[in-house]
Nanobody, 120 residues
Framework: QVQLVESGGGLVQAGGSLRLSCRASGSIFSVSTLAWYRQAPGKQRELVATIDRGGTTDYVDSVKGRFTISRDNAKNTVYLQMNSLKPEDTAVYYC??????????????WGQGTQVTVSS
C-alpha cells in the first residue's frame, strides 16, 4: 500500500510561483509513473503533468513553459514547480502515483489534495 502526502499549496498573486511536493511511502516509487492533476470547483479533474520512470515529461498545453514536473527517487518525492501563475490555475492539486502490474492492469494512488489559489 502506498500513501502520498502533499504540501506546498497556498495563496499567491498572479505572476507568482509555488512549488508543490508529494512524498510517497514504500519502496515502489522509482518504478512508478507520477502525475499532477487539478480540479477547480464545477470543473472536471484535469491532468496537468506527468513524469515516467525514465524521466520523460508531458504537460497540458495551458501550463507548458510555466510548470515543471520533476522527481527525486532518493527522496520518494515528486515536485511541481509552478511559475507565472494565473488566476485560472486556481484549483485543488492532486498527486497521483501509478504502478503497472501488467500491460493493462494498474494500481493508482492519490494524495489528499492541496489548495492553490491565485489572486488577480
Amino acid at each position: 500500500q502506498v500513501q502520498l502526502v502533499e504540501s506546498g499549496g497556498g495563496l499567491v498573486q498572479a505572476g507568482g510561483s509555488l512549488r508543490l511536493s508529494c512524498r510517497a511511502s514504500g519502496s515502489i516509487f522509482s518504478v512508478s509513473t507520477l502525475a499532477w492533476y487539478r480540479q477547480a470547483p464545477g470543473k472536471q479533474r484535469e491532468l496537468v503533468a506527468t513524469i515516467d520512470r525514465g524521466g520523460t515529461t508531458d504537460y497540458v498545453d495551458s501550463v507548458k513553459g510555466r510548470f515543471t514536473i520533476s522527481r527525486d527517487n532518493a527522496k520518494n518525492t515528486v515536485y511541481l514547480q509552478m511559475n507565472s501563475l494565473k488566476p485560472e490555475d486556481t484549483a485543488v492539486y492532486y498527486c497521483n502515483l501509478r504502478i503497472t502490474i501488467s500491460d493493462n492492469l494498474h494500481n493508482n494512488y492519490w494524495g489528499q489534495g492541496t489548495q492553490v489559489t491565485v489572486s488577480s
